[in-house]
C-alpha cells in the first residue's frame, strides 16, 4: 500500500509523549559552564567603558577581542556584529559574554555600562537609512486609473509578532578536535556552520552543528540561533570548556527576532462593474536595527501585495527600513501576512465603497488559470482562488450567515489569500540544495539538513521516499540533521520542505531503485558495496526569473486559501471573540493528511493570535511586555473550532503534486476577523485588533 | 529555595518536565501533585513533603492517551506534550469538551491549534466523555 495520502505513524513521536526526547536543556557535557549575555539598556550611542562588578578570575569573560574570526553574523549582508563593537543600535545588543559553573552566580553578575547615548529613531517613516527598496510594475498605471469609475484609498497597519515557541532559543557549544561542535534548538544547520566558520575563522571542516529536538521554530529559530551559537562557541573556545546558554523567557522576547511591523497604503481604480483596473500599493515594514533577512522578508511581502487578483496595471512599490529596535526577522508568513492583510482588508472597504457583495466582488477579480500575477508569471492549472472561495462559501453558508448577523453584536467575514511555496524567484537555483539517500540492508536512509520543528518532516520525507522505492515507510530511516553527515538541503523555511527537499528526495529514490534494477538492497550491497545517491535541486525548465527587473515566476507554486470567521463583540468590553473558523486550504496533495491538518490548525491559531491578542509594546525601543503574563497568545479558551478543509490540485514539480503548506494559513485569519467586525460597521484597518482599538474604531463609526 | 521543577529536572534527571515561561503561564512544567495538575515552576521543593509528585516518566495507565498524541496530532514540537498529557489525566472523568477547554486552559501549545489535542483525547475516550 503506498504511503503517501496515508496518516502513517509519525517518525518522530514516541520521545514526545514519554519525556524521553531530548531537548537542548535537557543535555548536560562533562564540565559544562553555563552562559550569559551583557546587553545594552539603550537604544543607541557609544560604549565608553565597561566594568565587571565582580572579581573577573573566576569567571569566563570575552568580548570582542576574543572573537577569532570576523565580528558579524554571516547572512545576507554582514552588517551585523556578534558583540557591539563600540557602538549600539538596539535596546539588548549583546556587549559581552559570561560563563560561569554556577548558574545562580551567572543571573547575579552585574556589568557596569557607561554610555555615550544617541538619539534613537523609532518611526520607519522618518528613518535615514533603506535597507532594500523594490520596485514590480506591470502595464501603465496611468492607463489603468484612466479607466476607473471610482478610486478606493486606504491604509493600513499590523504590528510586531511574537513567535513565541513554547521552548526558547538555546544552544550546547563543544570544543573539540580543534574547533567546535554547537547542538541547538534550531531550524537551519547549515546557516549556524556557514555563520560560525566566518565568526570563528574556522575551516568548515571544524565547525560540526547538530539540531536538537527543536521545542517550535515558526522561523524564530532561521536566523537567530547563529547569533547564540556564536556567543556560546566564543564563550566554549575561550573557556576550553562546553557551555550552554539557554535564554529565560524574558530575553528570548526583549532579544530575539519579531515579525516586522508594516504600513501597507492601497489606491486601486474600480470599474462601474466592480473589475479592478489600477492598484498601486506601497509597503513600508521596519527591519529593526540590522539587515539580517529583512530584503527577503519584504521580497515576499511584495510579491503577495496584490492579493490573489488579477490587474493589467498594478505598481507595487515596497521599503524596509532600520529602527532602533531589534531586528525583526522570520516569522512563519514572511511578509505575506502583513501585505495580504492589508490586501483584503482593502477589498473588503471597497466591496462596501461599491455597495458589491464582498464574495462577488472577489469572484469578479480573483486569479484564474491563465491569469498573470504582478510580475507577470502565467498561472498554471492548478491555481485554485475560485475553489477555495467557492468552498468556504457553501461550507459557512455565508451569505444566509451574513444577513442573519446584521445589525448585531457579532459579524462575519471572510478574507482569500495564496502563499507562494519554497524560496522566491532565483532563491532555489542559489541554494542549489542536495539531498542524500543511503542503501541500508532492509530499505534506504534519508540524509538532509532539514529539521523536523514539530512539522513532522521526517515522516513526510520518509512517505516520499518508501513509495518511490516501492518498499514499506517502515523500512526508510531518517538521519539526525548534524552537518557531520547530511548534506546542505537547504533551510527549513519557506515552505519548502516537502514540496523542494521532498521532490530531490523523491529523485534519489527513483535514481536509487534504477541502480538497484532487480536486486533486493541487501543483495545489492552484498554484491557492489555501499551505495549513496545525491541530487540536486532541479530548476523546472519552464521558470524564468530576473532579481533585476522583479518579473518572471516568483515562486514555482502557490497554495490557494479561503477562511471564514465568524466573531462576537461584548458590548461593555468591547472585547473579540472568535465564534468559528473555517480554512479552506489547496495545498496540491497532504502526503499525510493528519499532519497537514496540523500546519492548518496551527498556522490558523496563530493568525487568530496575530488579529486579537497578540501586542507587542514597545517603551524606549524595548518590548515592555517581555513575558508571557502578558504578552498574550490563544489558549484553548480564545481558540474558536477551526474547521479544516483541504482541497488538492497538483502541482506538477511537487512530490505527488504537493506545493508548501507550512505558512499559508497564518495568513488568512487577521484579514477575516477584521473583515467580520467590519460587518459589524467598525472601521477598523489595523491590527492586533484589541479592545482599546475596536473600542476606538466603534464609537467613531456610525 | 529551588523550586519543584529544578529539583526535578536537575537533582532527579527527570527532564521530561519541561520549562516554558518559569511564571505558571505556559503550563509546559505541569506535574500531579496527589493527583492534581500543578505548575512546578511555582512550587518551592520543600512543599512537596509528604506529597505524591507525578511526572510524565513516572505516569502509568495512560498508554492509550500518549498513543493517541502520536496519532491524532496532539503533540507537534512536543515541548508542551508532556505537561498537556498531565493536565489531561487530571481532567474530571465526565468532562465534556467545554470542560476540557477550561481544565486545558493553563496549558499553551503554540503548534496545534488544540484541535488534534481534543481529538487526541476523543480518540483515547479520556476522559470518557471527552468532546463529546
Known sequence: ?702 | MKRLLDVLREDCALTGTKEGCGEGECGACTVLIDGQAVNSCLVPFAQVAGSSVTTIEGLTGAEALQSAFIREGGAQCGICTPGMILAAVALPKDADLQDIRRGLAGNICRCTGYEGIYRSLRAAAIPARAAD
Request: glycine fraction near 10%; proline fraction near 7%.
Open chain 1, 1 to 702: 500500500m503506498p504511503a503517501v495520502g496515508q496518516n502513517v505513524l509519525r517518525k518522530e513521536g514516541r520521545g514526545k509523549v514519554t519525556g524521553a526526547a531530548k531537548y537542548v536543556d535537557d543535555l548536560s557535557f562533562p564540565g559544562m559552564l553555563y552562559g550569559s549575555t551583557i546587553r545594552s539598556t539603550i537604544p543607541c550611542g557609544r560604549i565608553r567603558s565597561t566594568r565587571p562588578e565582580f572579581d573577573p578570575s573566576e569567571w569566563v569573560v570575552a568580548g570582542v577581542p576574543d572573537i577569532p574570526g570576523k565580528n558579524v553574523i554571516a547572512l545576507i549582508e554582514d552588517d551585523q556584529p556578534c558583540l557591539a563593537d563600540g557602538r549600539v543600535r538596539h535596546v539588548a545588543e549583546p556587549i559581552l559574554l559570561l560563563a560561569h559553573a554556577d548558574r545562580e552566580a551567572l543571573a547575579g553578575a552585574k556589568v557596569a555600562v557607561d554610555y555615550e547615548p544617541e538619539t534613537p529613531v523609532y518611526d520607519p517613516a522618518a528613518s535615514p537609512r533603506v535597507f532594500k527598496e523594490i520596485l514590480i510594475e506591470k502595464g501603465d498605471l496611468g492607463k489603468g486609473f484612466s479607466r476607473a469609475a471610482r478610486v478606493v484609498e486606504g491604509e493600513y497597519r499590523t504590528g510586531h509578532q511574537e513567535q513565541l515557541y513554547i521552548e526558547c532559543n538555546g544552544v550546547i557549544a563543544v570544543p573539540e578536535n580543534g574547533g567546535i561542535t554547537v547542538y541547538g534548538s534550531l531550524q537551519c544547520p547549515y546557516y549556524v556552520h556557514k555563520a560560525l566558520v566566518v565568526l570563528l575563522g574556522l575551516p568548515p571542516e571544524r565547525v560540526r552543528v547538530v539540531q536538537t529536538e527543536t521545542g517550535g521554530g515558526f522561523g524564530g529559530k532561521e536566523e537567530y540561533p547563529s547569533m547564540l551559537a556564536g556567543h556560546a562557541s566564543i564563550l566554549a573556545l575561550k573557556a576550553g570548556r562546553p557551555v550552554k546558554m539557554v535564554y529565560d523567557r524574558v530575553e528570548d522576547m526583549l532579544a530575539t527576532t519579531k515579525r516586522h511591523p508594516s504600513i501597507v497604503r492601497h489606491r486601486t481604480g474600480v470599474a462601474s462593474d466592480g473589475r479592478i483596473v489600477a492598484m498601486d500599493i506601497d509597503v513600508l515594514m521596519d527591519g529593526g536595527a540590522y539587515l539580517t533577512l529583512s530584503p527577503v522578508v519584504l521580497s515576499r511581502g511584495v510579491l503577495h501585495a496584490t492579493g490573489p487578483y488579477r490587474c493589467d496595471d498594478v505598481r507595487v512599490h515596497g521599503r524596509v527600513v532600520m529602527t532602533n529596535t531589534p531586528p525583526n526577522g522570520a516569522f512563519r508568513g514572511f511578509g505575506a501576512p502583513q501585505t495580504l492583510f492589508a490586501a483584503e482588508v482593502h477589498m473588503e472597504r471597497i466591496s462596501e465603497a461599491l455597495e458589491m457583495d464582498p464574495v462577488r466582488l472577489r469572484e469578479l477579480n480573483l486569479f484564474r488559470p491563465g491569469d498573470t500575477t504582478a510580475t507577470g508569471q502565467v498561472l498554471g492549472a492548478d491555481c485554485s482562488a475560485a475553489e477555495v472561495l467557492r468552498e468556504a462559501v457553501a461550507r459557512t453558508g455565508f451569505d444566509a450567515r451574513r444577513q442573519a448577523l446584521s445589525g448585531t453584536n457579532a459579524g462575519i467575514g471572510l478574507s482569500l489569500f495564496f502563499h507562494g511555496s519554497g524560496f522566491t524567484g532565483g532563491g532555489e537555483v542559489r541554494l542549489a540544495s542536495r539531498a542524500s539517500l543511503a542503501l541500508t540492508p532492509t530499505g534506504a536512509r534519508i540524509l538532509v539538513g532539514s529539521t523536523e520543528i514539530g512539522q513532522g518532516t521526517r515522516t513526510i520525507h520518509a512517505q516520499i521516499v518508501a513509495d518511490a522505492l516501492g518498499i514499506p515507510y517502515e523500512n526508510v530511516e531518517v538521519s539526525d540533521a548534524d552537518t557531520a553527515c547530511v548534506p546542505d538541503s537547504g533551510p527549513t523555511v519557506a515552505s519548502r520542505t516537502c514540496m523542494v527537499v521532498g521532490k530531490i528526495l523523491q529523485n534519489c529514490a527513483l535514481e536509487m531503485k534504477a541502480r538497484l534494477g532487480s536486486l533486493s538492497p541487501a543483495r545489492y550491497l552484498e554484491l557492489h558495496g555501499p551505495l549513496v545517491v545525491t541530487r540536486e535541486y532541479e530548476k523546472p525548465a519552464e521558470l524564468e526569473w530576473s532579481d533585476e527587473t522583479y518579473r518572471g515566476d516568483a515562486y514555482g507554486a502557490y497554495g490557494w486559501g479561503c477562511n471564514v470567521a465568524e466573531v462576537e463583540r461584548d458590548p461593555d468590553t468591547f472585547e473579540i471573540r472568535p465564534v468559528r473558523l473555517t480554512a479552506v486550504c489547496e495545498i496540491g496533495k497532504a502526503i499525510h493528511p493528519t499532519l497537514a491538518a496540523g500546519q492548518i490548525e496551527g498556522g490558523t491559531a496563530q493568525g487568530i493570535g496575530y488579529a486579537i491578542l497578540e501586542e507587542v509594546v514597545f517603551r524606549d525601543g524595548a518590548m515592555a511586555n517581555a513575558q508571557m503574563t502578558n504578552y498574550v497568545v490563544p489558549t484553548t479558551l480564545d481558540t474558536p473550532p477551526i474547521d479544516v478543509v483541504i482541497l488538492e490540485s497538483a502541482y506538477p514539480h511537487g512530490p505527488h503534486g504537493a506545493k508548501g503548506i507550512g505558512e499559508m494559513p497564518i495568513d488568512g485569519p487577521a484579514p477575516a476577523i477584521v473583515n467580520a467586525i467590519r460587518h459589524m460597521g467598525v472601521d477598523l484597518r489595523q491590527i492586533p485588533a484589541t479592545p482599546e482599538r475596536v473600542m476606538e474604531a466603534s464609537c467613531v463609526s456610525p
